[in-house]
């Protein structure tokens, strides 16, 4: 079963069931789990997605369900890279100068309106599908779905004159072009650390999580 926040509006088709939509708290997600006789949670959730990963550890404490975390290591800074440590959005937004530059947003669509306080800025936006509001005055938008390569994304810097990224450590391949790009061209990228979860069991791979899997859940055989 895959459980989806419905955050995009056509996500990608999986050969399994599908739900879309929260549960209601941690209590909420116990019902479910237990009316659905869930004995195992992977949390795939993006490594920001902080709340559904603390009620999953939450619910999996309270009822008794195994979790396991599928996580991907974080990208590290390396030689030629300008990158500005932040702790979190507001961060972000202080990072960034007062003069007019130009910013690739690089953080989906949810936090853009803290952005509005820095209206002095050219701010291109990648998005999933089309914004349905725009709470920022000089916007550019692109409605791209990735994995982004080094070569589109060094022309999008180039073609949009970026001189500022702000991107969340998301770690793995499919968003990290991004980050090459800014590499060879010198652009600053205002980072966004990635927030603190409470202790739980992680893996790095698929094959991790199907042997984590196969070895304790009872297959009936
Ligand atoms: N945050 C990011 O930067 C980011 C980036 C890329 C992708 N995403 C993806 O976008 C989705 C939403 O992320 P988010 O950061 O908005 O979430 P979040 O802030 O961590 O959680 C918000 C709320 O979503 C609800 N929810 C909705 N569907 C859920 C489900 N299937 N399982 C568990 N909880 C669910 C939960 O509320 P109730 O259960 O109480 O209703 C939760 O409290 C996730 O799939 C995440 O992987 C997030």
Not at 15 to 25: A, C, K, V, Y
Request: aromatic share 6%; glycine share 8%.
């Amino acid at each position: 079963m895959f459980s989806y926040a419905g955050r995009t509006a056509n996500p990608v088709p999986q050969p399994l069931p599908t739900r879309i939509g929260g549960f209601g708290g941690v209590a909420g997600l116990c019902d479910y789990l237990r009316a659905n006789s869930i004995t195992h949670i992977i949390d795939a959730t993006h490594p920001f997605a902080a709340q559904m990963s603390r009620n999953a550890v939450d619910a999996s404490l309270a009822c008794g369900v195994q979790l396991l975390a599928l996580e991907r290591a974080p990208w590290q800074v390396t030689s030629g890279d300008h990158w500005i440590h932040v702790p979190n959005i507001a961060g972000a937004v202080a990072a960034l100068p007062d003069t007019p530059a130009r910013v690739f947003l690089a953080i989906g669509k949810q936090t853009l309106d803290a952005f509005a306080t820095k209206p002095q800025h050219h701010y291109l936006l990648r998005l999933v599908d089309p914004p349905t509001s725009q709470p920022l005055p000089n916007t550019t938008v692109i409605i791209a779905r990735g994995p982004f390569d080094i070569a589109s994304d060094t022309a999008l810097l180039r073609g949009n004159k970026i001189t500022h990224i702000v991107a969340k450590n998301a770690g793995g391949a499919g968003a990290a072009a991004k980050l090459h790009a800014a590499r060879a061209l010198g652009v600053a990228v205002i980072m966004i650390d990635r927030p603190t979860l409470p202790p739980r069991r992680i893996v790095a791979s698929v094959a991790q999580v199907l042997a984590w899997l196969g070895h304790s859940a009872d297959r009936g055989v």
